[in-house]
């Protein structure tokens, strides 16, 4: 299965490029998506309220990625680092990217660390963690303070 509509994905640009550069020579596929195996498993170890803890091939990545641009448009990624572990063909990504929120122009930076599984020159299976807080801030979400409760009534 071909993923189509690239366009719908042009929010997220910045990201696949860090990603390519990091996995260069290692996989194969000119897109993003042409790196992940048909059934990629991919686990967002660290995530977001609302967002999936595993998502199981690629088609039903794409369709959860297509709609990034509606809240968050990224402008670069950088800082990367890569770690390779030839024996058990694992590579681990370490990368930044910044960006805005659509609604709000409120800046938005993360960091991650992917923890990628190679076979037969396609991801096979995707693990990522990121600065959880940093999307919620981002996207304006109130975040109770430590020790303190989300609703003013709580405790009583």
Known sequence: MTVEHLEDFAALEPFFGVVKEGLAGHVEGEHFFDLL????????????PGYPRRVEGRGALAELYRGYGEAIVLEG?????????????????????????VETGRPYENRFVSI????????????????????????????????TSPRPDAGR
């Open 37 to 48: 195996a048909e059934d990629v498993v991919t686990e967002f170890v660290v995530t977001v």
């Open 77 to 101: 990624a950088g800082d990367l680092a890569v770690h390779h572990d030839r024996e058990k063909s694992v590579i681990t990504l370490e990368y930044g990217v910044h960006g805005r929120v």
């Open 116 to 147: 990628v599984t190679v076979a037969n020159g396609k991801v096979v299976r995707w693990r990522d963690y990121l600065d959880s807080l940093a999307v919620v801030q981002a996207l304006g979400e109130a975040v109770p303070v430590s020790g």
